[in-house]
């Protein structure tokens, strides 16, 4: 039986990154998103998560983890742990 990977999720020993209000990034791959106080993003791009626009413009709640294949976003309000991967 062979066993597989999800390297998307293999960030731990690659570090983290903590983000504010108005704080912004691009060009880093995060392989998760950890909501931290209550966020509002304005924009946020994902390859691989269907309906991320829905995400946009509305309050995530502190605790709320968003899993994926982030590349940028901006943060309206808030604070948010980017792990890279």
Known sequence: MSSSRNNTLEFSSVGSEAFTSGGSTSGQRYGALQIINDTVFSSLTASNVDG????QSITLAAGTVLYGQFSAFTITSGVVVAHKY
């Open 52 to 55: 991320i626009a829905n995400l």
